[in-house]
């Protein structure tokens, strides 16, 4: 799980910032190195046992409190992409498809998705008979297959419904 916080010190961007899944990989890269030039990011990492010891939406709520809670100085007021908030002592607002809304929300959704993207190539070195480099964790075919084959690793959530099922077998 990896959710990432933003606080932008400027808007003016050398290149299209917009919902990471609108860019290319390539443009996610480039708009990814000017956010870190042009703000403050911090990105909140949960486990794959963190995440069943919680489940995903607990999860993801505390991946944003630990994102947010190492900008400094804190903000004021926090975007969220989505319907659900984490307490974070600030004010909040929720903003459902807050990438198109939110110059913000579409960096922190650009941050959060290369910083994912890199570590499931960084796990297909440790794992390539998994194929992370190519569906980068996502249950495309070729993820179900190759955990049907393979089995689990540790970076597979116990709690997601065909890891249960190929370990259940």
């Not at 630990?66 to 989505?82: C, F, M, Q, R, T």
């Amino acid at each position: 799980m990896v959710a990432s916080a933003v606080l932008l010190g400027s808007s003016d961007f050398s290149c299209r910032v917009d919902d990471s899944k609108l860019l290319t990989p390539r443009a996610r890269e480039r708009a990814y190195r000017d956010i870190l030039k042009q703000g403050q990011v911090r990105v909140g990492l949960l486990t794959a046992d963190q995440i069943d010891a919680r489940n995903i939406l607990r999860a993801t709520l505390q991946a944003m409190q630990e994102a947010v809670a190492g900008l400094d100085p804190a903000p004021e007021i926090v975007l969220i992409d989505g319907l659900h908030a984490p307490r974070l002592g600030i004010r909040v607002v929720t903003l459902i498809h807050g990438e198109a809304q939110s110059l913000a929300i579409a960096a922190a959704s650009i941050v959060a998705k290369v910083t994912r993207d890199r570590l499931m190539r960084f796990y297909h070195r440790l794992f390539p008979q998994y194929g992370f480099d190519e569906h980068k964790g996502y249950g495309t075919a070729l993820h179900l297959q190759q955990l049907q084959t393979h089995g689990p690793s540790w970076l597979h959530r116990r709690s997601y419904a065909p890891v249960r099922r190929v370990t259940s077998s």
